[in-house]
């Protein structure tokens, strides 16, 4: 079967780095997504990692370590919008299809 | 924007009854992926359509069907409704050449 593990829910300061954890176990693997969904609305692109190691993309960054079946999503620098549900999926080689984790829920305070 | 558009934005049905939901998808692309998000869940992967064949399925039933037409535009149907389809049903386009999906706004269907 396949299997991915995020945290429920975290909680952060804005203005601070926050670190979203992705695990995977799946039976194929052709690249990880992360992607943002607001309450009601559709998920968002925000990276595609294929390769190990870091992307940057202005205050966000993941990271993929593919041997350990890893991902991180992190976000600096912590905005009140950024509040938001974080998913990682990862994309199957057979046919494309996207499996999706059940997202984390980030909540920012003030 | 990501010029995908569904339709209708949200909907109520009863159990039982049959329900039809619609995807236009971006220009040029020729691939679509349904899902379906349950509250507080991630996307679960119903199935995909490339060049109107149908080229991929999750765990669903088979009174979860669909189409796609010579323009790419796409229909999810679902017959004998249940209270547990009650979701937001997500359209995906891309290319067959790209990883990059585009989501649609979601229908949110209700059954009562």
């Known amino acids: 079967g396949q299997n991915i593990d995020q945290p429920t829910e975290m909680t952060a300061t804005e203005g601070a780095i926050v670190q979203i954890n992705c695990t995977y176990q799946?039976?194929?693997?052709?690249?990880l997504f992360w992607y943002q969904q607001h309450a009601g609305e559709a998920p968002t692109f925000l990276s595609y990692?294929?390769l190990d190691g870091l992307e940057e993309k202005g205050r966000f960054s993941s990271f993929l370590s593919r041997s350990k079946g890893y991902s991180y999503l992190l976000l600096k620098e912590l905005q009140m919008k950024d509040s938001a549900s974080y998913l990682c999926a990862v994309l199957m080689d057979s046919n494309y299809q996207l499996i999706w984790g059940a997202g984390t829920k980030l909540i920012i305070k003030p | 924007e990501t010029g995908v558009t569904q339709s209708p934005t949200h909907l109520i049905k009863t159990r039982g009854q049959q329900v039809t939901l619609r995807c236009s998808s971006q220009s040029g692309h020729n691939t679509v992926s349904w899902y379906q998000q349950a509250l507080g869940q991630g996307p679960q992967f119903i199935f995909q359509y490339y060049r109107e064949e149908e080229n991929g399925r999750g765990n669903f039933p088979p009174r979860f069907s669909g189409l796609q037409f010579p323009n790419y535009s796409s229909e999810l149907n679902v017959n004998a409704l249940e209270l547990d389809d009650s979701a937001l049903y997500l359209c995906?386009?891309?290319?067959?050449?790209?990883?990059?999906?585009?989501f649609g706004q979601g229908t949110r269907l209700t059954v009562v």
């Open positions: 990692n294929v």
């Open positions: 995906a386009s891309r290319t067959s050449v790209s990883t990059e999906a585009f």
């Open positions: 799946t039976s194929g693997f052709n690249g």
